[in-house]
């Protein structure tokens, strides 16, 4: 496809089990995004990856979040020891251009994955 | 730290009328991106507009409008001739250097056939 793809779109797992998320961008799109949305809020920053260099994980809220993307291609975002704050809708985006060329490339979303902890 | 503050958490709106989101900002930067976004139900972010800091002259998008006022740090976006498919929460972005965006918690617009 031509967009960004996301897997699982929904994903139900018990706290305390480990969960891995899939991002699949947009090809040849160097910059990858994840985010993390609460219900009924804005999208929050969770880290950012430039080919396969994660440049920025100041986002990322424990250091139970993990996320790689090896071959600067598909990312995975990892939970480990998952609890109920991270229910959540996680997106994944990806842009054209390199940071700081200062473009105004805008990213594109997929459609998220849904995670719920029980 | 860049904050986006979103303060209509939800709008209504007559099919065919004209409706304004509001959007303001707050940064030391003088060069930065602005974006409105569409999210519907189906959850897929879908890029309204954007405006880049440094130009003057407003973007404009068919029914889609933005009044950027940089020194106010204000970001609204008007949408006229308003449609059923325009259904959906909207959030206000702000972007520097292209890396990670800063949103507003959103404005759930409904639009009323």
């Known amino acids: 496809g031509a967009g960004v793809s996301q897997s699982p779109r929904y994903k139900v797992a018990k706290r305390g089990q480990d969960v891995a998320l899939r991002c699949d961008p947009i090809?040849?799109?160097?910059?990858l995004f994840w985010y993390q949305q609460a219900l009924g809020q804005g999208p929050e920053f969770l880290t950012y990856f430039q080919n396969e260099a994660q440049l920025d994980k100041s986002g990322l809220p424990s250091d139970r979040f993990f996320a790689e993307r090896p071959e600067g291609s598909v990312s995975t975002l990892k939970i480990q020891r998952t609890q109920q704050e991270d229910s959540a809708v996680y997106l994944c985006?990806?842009?054209?251009?390199?940071?700081?060329?200062?473009?105004?490339?805008?990213?594109?979303f997929g459609d998220g994955t849904r995670l719920s902890i029980l | 730290a860049q904050t986006v503050t979103q303060s209509q958490p939800e709008m209504s709106v007559q099919e065919a009328e004209t409706v304004t989101l509001s959007c303001t900002y707050d940064?030391?930067?003088?060069?930065?991106?602005l974006f409105w976004y569409k999210q519907p139900p189906s959850r897929q972010m879908i890029l309204v507009i954007r405006?880049?800091?440094?130009?003057?002259q407003n973007a404009t998008e068919n029914r889609f409008s933005v009044n950027f006022q940089k020194a106010a740090k204000s970001f609204s976006l008007k949408i006229s001739d308003s449609q059923l498919g325009d259904t959906a929460m909207y959030f206000c972005a702000f972007m520097k250097d292209n890396n990670d965006m800063r949103f507003g918690a959103g404005t759930r617009l409904t639009v009323k056939p």
């Open positions: 090809s040849g799109h160097v910059s």
């Open positions: 985006a990806s842009s054209l251009v390199l940071a700081g060329r200062g473009s105004n490339q805008p990213q594109h």
């Open positions: 940064t030391s930067e003088s060069n930065y991106y």
């Open positions: 405006q880049e800091a440094y130009k003057q």
